[in-house]
């Protein structure tokens, strides 16, 4: 009885969808016209972000190429895991003993000292849509590379070995 009540569900969907395709295809100016009108409203509607069809996924990346860990950081001076020590005097996010760096040398002989810093995603209103229709994924990175500080390498034994 189930299965017979299941079939006639089915074939009644099966009239109703047979019954809209051809009076699509029987109207079919009308329907190029509402199609049309659609696109002429979505297109707006996408460009000032009150419809959007992606979705935002965030990434966990690593930024920095080449990264040495941090063991040690006393005032101005920074103590890296490979023995290497560094002077610096600016500093502009705070380094502790765990983080992880990366260092570039100039021509100058300072180095730019770079680390991992997590990106702030503005949630305005006018950056999100009223409406997600998610289609699409878009990725963002979560972590960027910026600078830390400048600085210089201490060459105390390079000093003594010149007097």
């Not at 069809?53 to 001076?77: A, D, H, I, R």
């Not at 760096?101 to 021509?107: D, G």
Request: charged share 20%.
């Amino acid at each position: 009885m189930e299965d017979e009540e299941q079939s006639g569900l089915m074939v009644g969907l099966a009239t109703k969808l047979h019954a809209a395709l051809y009076n699509c295809m029987y109207h079919w100016k009308q329907t190029i016209a509402w199609l049309l009108l659609g696109l002429v409203l979505l297109i707006p509607l996408t460009y000032f972000r009150i419809i959007s069809f992606s979705y935002p996924v965030f990434v966990n990346n690593q930024p920095l190429k080449k990264p040495v860990k941090v063991t040690n950081v006393n005032g101005t001076q920074l103590i890296l895991g490979d023995g290497r020590s560094l002077n610096f005097e600016d500093i502009y996010f705070p380094i502790q003993p765990g983080d992880f760096v990366e260092l570039e040398a100039q021509e100058d002989g300072t180095l730019y000292v770079y680390t991992s810093e997590r990106r702030r995603y503005c949630s305005r209103a006018f950056g999100n849509p009223t409406v997600r229709i998610p289609l699409f994924k878009k990725e963002y990175k979560q972590n960027r590379k910026s600078v830390a500080a400048y600085a210089w390498i201490n060459d105390e034994e390079s000093a003594e070995n010149s007097e």
